[in-house]
């Protein structure tokens, strides 16, 4: 019987019960996916997509099955979506005892950069994000389906065509002294970085500088600091939830404030454990701070969070505390209905996923005063203020 988690892939059984599923029982199930996943329905290219991807693994795995009766055991596992990734999602995952096998597919018949390029950031996101991929062999394969050449290396990619790909299937498993690979707890693992990425984050803040951030000591900022660090304490010692709000006019410091808060005061007694976040909706500041940092481990993206935690999603986060930066512009209900299929605020998704979280929490927004805002955002701070009061009166009459 095939196991389909319509939160994190489209289908996934073993390589046996997939040689068996019809062709349009498959599809259907990817389809309800995409739509799950992105609120929208999957066009034709996608859709073509898919079948060549099918009509490839039909064949190939049979014969793989014929070579190894072993193999049809192994679990196969289509369009998972990577978390807190904001919809990212790996055509092909193959979970072959001790090893994980990422498959890509393009409709090639040479190799372009930039599919070695997605191909390598996929595997490199389950062995290093993933945190039941961090012990297992990670491989990223290329599957050019107009090719007919043998398997080349490129970087760690390899890149193979179709009748290629049983051989380096087979090349690529090998026999280690470990567990088996769980398929259920596999899908079922959420983010968490690897320590060796947590600590060489926090090493690089502290003694380089990041590209457009100053680290200003005027302006108040220490003081800011000390004070977010204060109610995050009293947070933790009484099990509160406490929502905090930053204003200030752009160059003021507020995104300063929000990182020199996360990473030098909210990491605990570990290198591993992680208790704050930053997040932008500022995709390019993401993307720099990211690279500065040479992983994704304490700035993320909060679109992706959100899609991961918020809504009616039960996967619940590790860090107890949310820095929200340019929180003034976070989607009102209309714009989330669109972008996520549920219709709650991204304030009000905060909030809630607060109240799910059995302890304590921080949420803190950093706000920017007279920026422009876009379609979607023109609530501003008014959503917070609006939904911070009405949840606090509810508890107030629940008598909380």
Request: hydrophobic letters at 35%; charged letters at 20%; glycine letters at 6%.
């Amino acid at each position: 019987m095939s196991y389909v988690d319509g939160s994190t892939c489209g289908w996934h059984s073993t390589i046996n019960a997939f040689l068996q599923t019809s062709e349009h029982d498959w599809l259907r199930s990817l389809q309800h996916h995409h739509l799950a996943c992105m609120n929208e329905q999957a066009n034709a290219s996608q859709v073509r997509a898919w079948q060549n991807c099918f009509k490839v693994l039909q064949t190939q795995l049979a014969a793989l099955v014929n070579l190894r009766r072993d193999t049809a055991d192994w679990n196969i596992v289509f369009e998972y979506e990577l978390p807190r990734e904001r919809g990212r999602r790996i055509d092909v995952v193959i979970l072959a005892r001790t090893t994980i096998l990422v498959l890509e597919f393009k409709d090639f018949s040479t190799i372009q950069r930039a599919h070695i390029d997605q191909s390598s950031a996929y595997a490199r996101d389950l062995q290093h994000y993933h945190a039941y991929s961090h012990n297992y062999r990670v491989y990223p394969l290329l599957v050019l389906t107009r090719s007919n050449t043998h398997t080349v290396k490129d970087d760690d990619v390899y890149v193979t065509s179709p009748t290629n790909l049983v051989d380096l299937l087979q090349s690529l498993v090998t026999t280690e002294n470990k567990p088996s690979i769980d398929p259920y707890k596999w899908l079922a693992a959420d983010y968490t970085p690897l320590p060796s990425l947590v600590s060489a984050a926090r090493t690089i803040f502290r003694h380089e500088p990041l590209p457009q951030i100053r680290r200003a000591q005027s302006a108040g900022i220490p003081e800011t600091i000390a004070k977010l660090l204060q109610i995050s304490r009293q947070a933790q010692m009484n099990n509160e939830h406490h929502l905090a709000l930053v204003t200030g006019v752009p160059g003021a410091g507020k995104t300063l404030v929000g990182l020199q808060f996360v990473y030098e005061n909210h990491f605990g007694d570990s290198e591993s454990k992680r208790t704050a976040v930053f997040l932008s909706g500022n995709g390019p500041l993401v993307k720099v701070l990211q690279h500065a940092l040479k992983s994704s481990v304490f700035v993320q993206d909060v679109h992706g969070f959100l899609k991961r935690y918020g809504g009616t999603q039960k996967w619940l986060p590790e860090e107890h505390i949310w820095v929200y930066d340019e929180a003034q512009r976070a989607w009102d209900a209309k714009r989330v209905q669109e972008k996520r299929g549920h219709r709650a605020s991204e304030p009000e998704d905060f909030l809630r996923l607060a109240e799910k979280m059995n302890s304590w929490t921080l949420m803190i927004g950093l706000i920017g005063e007279g920026q422009e805002i876009h379609l979607g955002e023109e609530a501003g701070i008014e959503q917070w203020n609006y939904e911070n009061g009405t949840r606090a009166k509810k508890r107030s009459a629940m008598g909380c």
